[in-house]
């Protein structure tokens, strides 16, 4: 038959809300996810971690283990597959990667053996029983800026890692007013609800790995590139993802030893982490100390602008949590200066964490805005219009658009920002003192190169294969909706699939690059495909497949400064007899480009929003200096947002579509978290008049702060 | 408890769980727990493992009709037990009321904790219509009669369900309009549970 796109345009599927295609699968149980897929003759591999922080393991003991019901094997550092030695993964060299290669123990946590077994409570239990001797050495975990081994790197992952212009103590000197203070961040963990979990096995000379992986393309080719196999060798599958925030991109614990038992028994193994090891193996955001210095005229014009900020990262490789780099594009000054610098220690490496660099930054950038906005007796979104720069401050490009003040004023007016009595602690109901606050919100806009395949179906549907993945974003559904409207045709006619390393090259689920790099890759293909179609062509049996790739137009893209905005509102109530805080509402209203699906975005942007709350309320994770491990290492120790802990939460946008992306995405997945804690510090000040500059906001913090009118670390 | 079937050796027994309705007879080692006895041994994997040790909730199945932390018990000890897993819920095609709130309200993103979060909320509005007072039941005295399941009651009696994607604000809402569908099906009360969690 032959096959058209519509040649009136169908209701448009783009901008209307939409349940997930995959939700029914979700919601009945159905849908699969990487330790859960069956295969015949599966063994089961148990992850055995150092329990020392720093050292040689100098014995494993593997004999009596072999001899337990159903061990298969033993893999150590003396008998494992040989991984490249210097393994440069996807996001640069990552000595994490190259696990059981030697004898040597970086921190505590880290894999020293793995057992394979018939069954997981056979590998569980000889895992156990394995005896790991080891020559300790003295380690080193205590944080601090003023540690001697605290260097300032080349570059950071928001670029570089300084940036400097003007005469910043000249204009310090100058200004009518100044904020100078320091704010720290505690070491915060992914935590995603799925665990970490990999199946490897050799197939006909090709291995497959079920994975749990934010982009199966970078996985495959790390593995390949590790185990030194053909990259067309590997496949990698990971059709649902049980959450990711930027732990679920690269070759961690799990699926290398996954490939290594399975090359070492060849038979299918599932490898997964167990709760408490996801505390040491697959990354975690560093904590922060950050100081932040504001110099204003008496109008609240900046003249000086300092950020400067330190994180920790291993003795393996260097992990930089850019905060100082949130502010350079958001305000302007005489003298504008930005800094990373990072502490190595005898830790698990950090890694990125839904919005790296920009949580944290944001927390401090943005508190201290506040206090500069009561020094200078100024509203504070009055003092973010003061300060709102017309091109660049750092890089002096134009803003493809800038709409921080359209969301502050959106924001305020739903609410009621304007009725706010500016005086700290005048507001009490019963034992609650209240208060609001608001913070900006900002995220660079990105893409990246990805391929795509759109066929013409010869029944009539059209099949759309890209390399996307779905880590609870929506994507599968949203690239959907941009294929409809691109082919012109319903939702039912376009079949979508995703998550799989054979459908090509695709930037992975990160970076809030995901859905606007891969729907890019789709309307190029469908762009060609309907003019291929429009010639009136027969459909073929296979139908008609036409392929594309970025890579050129992302590499023509103009240079500006390119991002999404946003405006959060908190309330708080906060009882200082028990030194509770509250959080009573949250509003967020964002400037995040063309919105594909309102149902899943409105969740997206709320999701970050209550990471806010968790991250200022808290999630705290408490590293005990003498053995080098988390004193708090599981889900009940180490407390995220429950619940009962999160009041009714409100995210809308403003019409913010990116002038030169073919759809007009930015991007959704990590604006909402960013600021959220800062106006949650904020409404806590605004309730008692204290600041705290110290996360989380604890109920001690809280006492303390009552007790001696200010907050301590 | 059934009797120690013949299959029973030292370290594994036989034994025998109505699941879903459907009675499943194995044999199973003594350290295996129920959730690994449902998603290793009998493949329902709708039941989520996410941290083995009580503390997230997404294991979270009905045992005889009332919600438990399927990785906090031995398979053994389930002997004979009705199980009420994720799969079962739904009539044939027709999706429980809390199963069709969680599509159509978007309660989930990654959905991992999502069926543990549903079996919860079904055993909530069982649990809330039989008169149990939650922590934020403002009159716990037995002839106040059942608290209005509003916001603040959802929100504490799921809190035994993490969700890290942050899908709370949404899954209120899910679980307020179910409570209403079910009681309206029930023609027990006046649907007024989604007003008051709105409110």
């Known amino acids: 038959m032959t096959t058209a796109t519509g040649t009136t345009r169908a209701a448009g599927a783009v901008g209307t809300a939409r349940s997930r295609l995959e939700g029914l699968a979700k919601v009945t149980g159905e849908a699969r996810y990487a330790g859960e897929v069956p295969f015949a003759e599966l063994a089961h591999g148990w992850i055995v971690v150092s329990t020392i922080a720093r050292g040689r393991v100098r014995h494993v003991d593997d004999g009596p283990v072999l001899k337990m019901p159903g061990v298969l094997a033993v893999l150590h550092h003396g008998n494992a597959p040989r991984l490249q030695e210097g393994f440069v993964g996807s996001f640069g060299p990552d000595p994490v990667a190259e696990i059981l290669q030697r004898d040597r123990v970086p921190h505590i946590g880290w894999p020293v053996a793995l057992v394979v077994a018939e069954t997981s409570e056979q590998a569980r239990e000889a895992a156990e029983a394995l005896v790991v001797r080891y020559d300790t050495e003295p380690h080193d975990v205590a944080f601090s800026t003023e540690h001697p081994a605290r260097y300032t790197p080349e570059a950071s992952p928001l670029g570089p890692a300084v940036t400097e212009k003007g005469d910043l103590e000249a204009e310090l000197a100058a200004s009518d007013v100044v904020v100078d203070e320091r704010y720290t961040t505690p070491e915060q963990h992914h935590n995603t609800m799925e665990p970490h979990a990999a199946m490897a096995r050799w197939d006909n000379g090709r291995l497959e790995v079920v994975d749990t992986s934010q982009g199966t393309k970078a996985t495959a080719t790390d593995l390949a590139a590790l185990f030194q196999l053909d990259p067309d060798s590997v496949r990698v599958r990971s059709e649902h993802i049980g959450g990711g925030f930027g732990s679920k991109a690269l070759a961690r614990a799990h699926n290398v030893l996954a490939v290594m038992a399975t090359t070492v028994i060849d038979r299918p193994v599932r490898v997964v982490l167990t709760r408490r090891q996801m505390f040491s193996l697959i990354g975690y955001r560093s904590p922060t100390d950050q100081r932040v210095r504001l110099g204003a005229g008496a109008d609240g014009r900046l003249r000086a602008f300092d950020h400067d900020g330190v994180s920790l990262t291993s003795t393996l490789t260097e992990f930089v949590e850019s905060t100082g780099a949130f502010g350079r594009s958001l305000y302007d000054a005489e003298a504008h200066r930005t800094a990373n610098h990072v502490v190595p220690l005898d830790v698990p490496t950090p890694t990125f964490m839904r919005a790296p660099g920009e949580a944290p930054g944001s927390f401090a950038l943005e508190s201290a805005f506040d206090e500069l906005a009561e020094k200078c007796g100024l509203d504070p979104i009055e003092l973010r219009a003061r300060n709102e720069p017309s091109v660049g401050p750092v890089t002096g490009l134009p803003f493809a658009s800038n709409e921080l003040l359209t969301c502050f004023r959106e924001g305020a007016r739903r609410f009621g920002w304007d009725a706010r009595d500016p005086r700290p602690g005048v507001r009490r109901e019963g034992r609650w003192l209240l208060g609001t606050g608001t913070a900006a919100a900002t995220f660079p806009a990105g893409a990246a190169p990805s391929t795509a395949a759109v066929t013409a179906e010869a029944d009539g549907t059209f099949t759309v294969r890209v390399n996307a993945a779905d880590v609870g974003t929506g994507a599968r559904t949203a690239l959907a909706q941009v294929a409809a409207d691109a082919l012109d045709v319903p939702l039912e006619r376009v079949r979508i699939r995703i998550g799989d390393s054979d459908l090509g090259q695709a930037w992975l689920s990160g970076g809030s690059m995901g859905t606007r790099s891969w729907s890019w890759a789709v309307m190029i293909a469908v762009d060609e495909l309907r003019e291929r179609l429009a010639l009136g062509a027969d459909i073929p049996p296979e139908g008609i497949t036409v392929r594309s790739d970025t890579t050129e137009a992302i590499g023509a893209l103009a240079q500006t400064e390119r991002h999404s905005y946003g405006a959060q509102f908190a309330e708080a109530a906060v009882d200082v007899s028990t030194g509770e805080v509250r959080v009573r509402r949250m509003l967020g209203i964002f400037a995040a480009g063309k919105i594909i699906n309102p149902l899943t975005a409105r969740s997206q942007f709320i999701g970050g929003m209550t990471w806010g709350l968790s991250m200022a309320l808290h999630e705290e994770a408490v590293r005990d200096r003498t053995s080098g491990a988390l004193a708090n290492g599981d889900l009940a120790g180490y407390h995220f947002a429950a619940n009962a802990d999160v009041p009714v939460i409100e995210a809308d946008w403003v019409d913010d579509p990116d002038p030169d992306d073919p759809v007009g995405i930015k991007g959704i997945g990590e604006i909402g978290i960013v600021g959220a804690a800062a106006a949650i510090a904020n409404a806590v000040w605004h309730a008692t008049g204290v600041r705290h500059r110290h996360l989380p906001i604890r109920p001690d913090r809280v006492l303390g702060a009552a007790a001696d009118g200010s907050s301590r670390a | ?199």
């Not at chain 2, 199963?99 to 649990?127: H, K, N």
């Not at chain 2, 008169?131 to 403002?138: D, L």
């Open chain 2, 1 to 199: 408890m059934a009797p120690p079937t013949s299959s029973a050796t030292a370290t594994s027994s036989g034994i025998t769980l109505n699941v879903n309705g459907e009675k499943r007879t194995l044999p199973v080692d003594h350290r295996t727990t129920l959730l690994d006895a449902l998603r290793e041994r009998l493949d329902l994997t709708g039941t989520k493992k996410g941290c083995d040790q009580g503390q997230c909730g997404a294991c979270t199945v009905l045992v005889d009709g009332r919600r438990t932390l399927s990785c906090l018990q031995l398979a053994v000890a389930a002997d004979g037990r009705e199980i009420t897993t994720i799969e079962g819920v739904a009539e044939g095609d027709r999706l429980h009321p809390v199963q069709q709130a969680f599509l159509d309200l978007d309660g989930y993103q990654c959905g991992y904790c999502t069926p543990g979060q549903i079996c919860s909320a079904i055993a909530v509005i069982e649990e809330h219509a039989a008169g149990w007072p939650s922590a934020a039941t403002a009159d716990v005295r037995p002839e106040a009669g059942p608290p209005p399941l509003d916001a603040d009651e959802i929100r504490e009696r799921m809190s035994g369900n993490l969700c890290r994607c942050g899908a709370y604000v949404a899954i209120v809402d899910a679980v307020a309009r179910a409570a209403d569908e079910v009681r309206a099906a029930d023609g027990t009360t006046e649907g007024v549970a989604a007003k008051e969690a709105a409110a």
